[in-house]
């Protein structure tokens, strides 16, 4: 089993629609979580950046950190043609040196 | 100020030849990652190294080793290519590396025929 599950998708959204992107992981050491964004043929750009659990908003932006059940979310409200891309969700356990990443969901918004 | 820059961006190899890849982290960072990026697989962890020591090693062959220099550039290399080696190599550096988030580069490519 993974430390940090993710569905691949693709996942297809018409435009204007909120997206709900998600993370399960396994160990209960992670405390630090992020969620990147990833275009074609470009590195992964740091989107979120929570600890522990609750909620962080960054304009069209929101990420969830629920360590009880070991899940995190990624939500996009008035999503655009332009969030089409791969996001990765990722977490590190306090004092790690490592970071590790969940396999990406593909995003597609429709105009 | 500059972000992570990764040098070069495409490298096209043969089986059994080794190759150096370059990184410079965004300034004021000393922490540099490197990871491998395969449709497949994702992104792995390959190694992580701050004041010019590795820290922490992810389960790749010796084949793959890296460095890093005194003023945090680093370099990644891999000796002895494999088919399965051709992906992208990604570098990140972090203020501290623990707990701090990584910034990544845009990659190198590399293809091994």
């Known amino acids: 089993q993974k430390e940090v599950e993710q569905d691949p998708g693709p996942l297809s959204v018409p435009e204007g629609a909120i997206v709900s992107l998600n993370c399960t992981y396994s160990?209960?050491?992670?405390?630090?979580f992020m969620w990147y964004r990833q275009y074609s043929r470009k590195g992964p750009e740091l989107l979120m950046y929570?600890?522990?659990?609750g909620n962080k908003e960054d304009g069209r932006f929101t990420a969830q950190v629920d360590k009880s059940s070991k899940y995190i979310s990624l939500f996009i409200r008035d999503s655009q043609p332009s969030d089409s891309a791969t996001y990765l969700c990722a977490m590190i356990n306090a004092g790690g040196f490592k970071t590790i990443f969940g396999a990406g969901t593909r995003l597609f918004v429709k105009a | 100020k500059a972000g992570v820059t990764q040098t070069p961006r495409y490298l096209i190899k043969t089986r059994g030849q080794q190759v150096t890849l370059s990184c410079s982290p965004i300034s004021g960072h000393r922490s540099v990652s490197w990871y491998q990026q395969t449709p497949g697989q994702g992104l792995q962890f390959l190694f992580e190294y701050f004041s010019e020591t590795q820290r922490n090693k992810g389960n790749f062959p010796g084949r793959f080793s890296g460095r890093q220099f005194s003023n945090s550039r680093s370099e990644m290399n891999v000796s002895t290519l494999e088919l399965g080696d051709s992906a992208l190599y990604l570098c990140?550096?972090?203020?501290?590396?623990?707990?701090?988030?990584?910034?990544f580069g845009n990659g190198t490519r590399l293809t091994v025929t």
């Open positions: 929570t600890y522990s659990s």
């Open positions: 990140a550096s972090s203020l501290s590396g623990d707990n701090s988030p990584l910034h």
């Open positions: 160990n209960s050491a992670f405390q630090y």
